[in-house]
């Protein structure tokens, strides 16, 4: 193909024709109120699964986004239902902040505050006000915002720690997830603070905002950053010590375009020099992982590799890859999203139920043992994929 153009009129075909449809069509929970929590492998709903605030917040943001950039207003309803169930069912009115998860009839069942999902309901509300210009949205964003300085941002070390106690206590397991280390710091959390972050300063030029953005570029080239392999450290202790020796090559070609991105944001010529030098780097390490057939595998653990190709991975990638070309006008790159999504149209794309499976083997087969919408599989990625490259 080799042609930006052709990729973005298959991609845009590929969210509005198959990706956003399915969503809309299949998670509205009619009865008890914003979307179902888990629709298997299988393509079974399960109607009375918890439901988890990272789904709802990255429902909110890919139906804002894509009623801002086509208006359509069936996407409005999708997203004014994420928003009006995150303010009514997940926001705690008493300590602020987003619960991690609630049962399915919407009471919470975990009201722990993790950094992490703080950001994404940032992100979430703030792409709504960019769609809707709510000024409730405005304010609620920068509340967040606040909420996280306040509540979670290291005075000592920088950064931001993992996670709290409802009442914003430290506690003892701050682990993301089962398979995550439970340390005080991840490169994961801090990348999806300055996501938000990035969005936030699209919407609200204020100099606090500024700095604390400034302060997490540099925490990345300074702290995150391996010097000497270009990958992403994951885990740290509070000092920044880092406390992990795996590599997750879709989080390295993520970063690097999402750095860039907050660098942009900035307008800052010198520093915008800086990150897409250090951003060439990262995504040039993270080809490591790129195989024969176009795909990225997952990561590394020690000397594991973990060879299954997730579909957020292969999105991130294409992404990735694409914002290399547009920085750089190297052929290359634009080659090897191509390939990627070449792969994903052949392997990653359900073709009888619609959206994408979880992740494919290294033989091509698809994971069916994993959600295909659920706590963590949503349209976030492959969305924002297919509106990236649109906006090209």
């Keep these: 193909m080799t042609d930006p153009i052709q990729l973005k009129s298959a991609l845009q075909k590929e969210l509005l024709q198959n990706i956003l449809p399915y969503w809309m069509q299949k998670m509205p929970d009619n009865r008890n109120g914003g979307f179902y929590g888990r629709i298997d492998g299988n393509e079974v709903i399960h109607l009375k699964a918890n439901k988890g605030a990272i789904l709802n917040a990255r429902l909110l943001w890919t139906f804002a986004a894509a009623y801002r950039m086509f208006r359509n207003p069936e996407y409005l309803k999708m997203a004014e239902r994420a928003y009006r169930y995150l303010c009514d069912i997940f926001l705690d009115k008493t300590y602020g902040g987003v619960y991690w998860e609630v049962d399915y009839l919407g009471n919470p069942v975990n009201t722990k505050k993790q950094t992490y999902a703080q950001g994404f309901a940032l992100y979430g509300i703030s792409e709504f006000y960019r769609a809707t210009g709510s000024t409730e949205a405005l304010e609620l964003a920068v509340s967040f915002f606040r909420l996280i300085e306040k509540h979670a941002c290291d005075p000592l070390y920088g950064g931001y720690l993992e996670a709290f106690s409802r009442d914003w206590n430290l506690i003892e397991d701050m682990r993301l997830s089962s398979k995550d280390a439970n340390e005080k710091k991840s490169m994961n959390t801090h990348l999806h603070i300055l996501e938000p972050y990035t969005n936030l300063y699209r919407i609200w030029r204020d100099p606090e905002l500024e700095a604390a953005q400034r302060k997490l570029i540099r925490i990345f080239t300074d702290n995150i950053l391996n010097a000497e392999t270009s990958h992403l450290n994951l885990f740290f202790d509070e000092q920044w010590n880092p406390k992990s020796t795996g590599i997750s090559f879709g989080h390295d070609i993520e970063a690097a375009w999402l750095l860039n991105e907050a660098a942009e944001i900035l307008e800052d010529p010198s520093l915008q020099r800086i990150v897409q030098s250090v951003s060439f780097k990262i995504v040039d390490a993270a080809l490591q992982g790129l195989q024969p057939d176009g795909s990225m595998i ?69 994971n069916r043992e994993e959600d295909k919408a659920g706590f963590w599989k949503c349209p976030y990625h492959n969305a924002r994929m297919c509106m990236e490259i649109n906006l090209y």
């Design 298 to 366: 997952y990561e590394t653990r020690g000397s594991h590799y973990d060879m299954e190709r997730h579909w957020w991975v292969q999105a991130e990638t294409v992404v990735g890859l694409f914002h290399a070309f547009r920085n750089s006008g190297n052929q290359r790159y634009l080659a090897k999203a191509e390939a990627c999504w070449r792969y994903i149209y052949e392997r990653m794309i359900d073709r009888v139920n619609g959206e994408w499976f979880w992740s494919v083997d290294s033989n091509g087969i698809p």
